[in-house]
């Protein structure tokens, strides 16, 4: 099986303007939202290759049941974890003469949510491969992608570990 781990998921949410005016009302003419992260961006890609996968990732708030919502709606099998503090990021693209962006924060993700991902992880075996991807947020030890390497190896599993 393959599995990608998200930290910090999102709901992309990209308006058109086509001519932005800073401090004036801006009236859109084209708004999509879709799930984000960069490892929920290769769980799509894989999907539409015909590999299914398993997202993992961590979601809070109403924003984080819209992204599970998304990520179903996409055919993608997901076990993310929930947050009790904060809301999955809203990320903000604005696209007009040039394109500015607006990323949220994420939700607080804690020392327990941190214990419930690596039993998620004790699930993995032989064979599967596990694609690590995107930023790691302020509230996790900034050492998560090489912690998470070195538990995995000192399992003895053979499986395929990518970080991007």
């Known amino acids: 099986m393959i599995y990608t781990l998200t930290f910090n998921p999102s709901l992309d949410y990209i308006v058109t303007v086509p001519k932005f005016t800073c401090g004036m009302v801006n009236r859109t ?25 398993t997202a993992l990732g961590f979601y809070a ?9 998304l990520v179903a709606d996409k055919g993608i099998h997901a076990e993310f974890i929930p947050v009790d503090k904060g809301m999955t990021r809203i990320n ?4 007009s003469e040039q394109e500015s962006e607006i ?15 690596y039993e998620k992880l004790d699930r993995l075996s032989d064979g599967d491969i596990l694609v ?20 995995l190896a000192d399992k003895d599993l053979k499986l395929s570990l990518i970080h991007i």
């Open 132 to 151: 690590m991807a995107g930023s790691i947020p302020d509230v996790m030890p900034q050492t998560i992608y090489m912690d998470i390497m070195k538990y």
């Open 29 to 53: 003419t084209e708004e999509i939202i879709f799930p984000g992260g960069k490892g929920i961006n290769v769980s799509m890609v894989l999907k539409n290759l015909g590999f299914e996968n």
């Open 103 to 117: 990323n949220g924060q994420g939700p607080a993700i804690s020392e327990a949510d941190i214990k419930t991902l």
């Open 61 to 69: 708030g109403f924003t984080g049941m819209e992204l599970k919502r």
């Open 92 to 95: 903000v693209k604005l696209r």
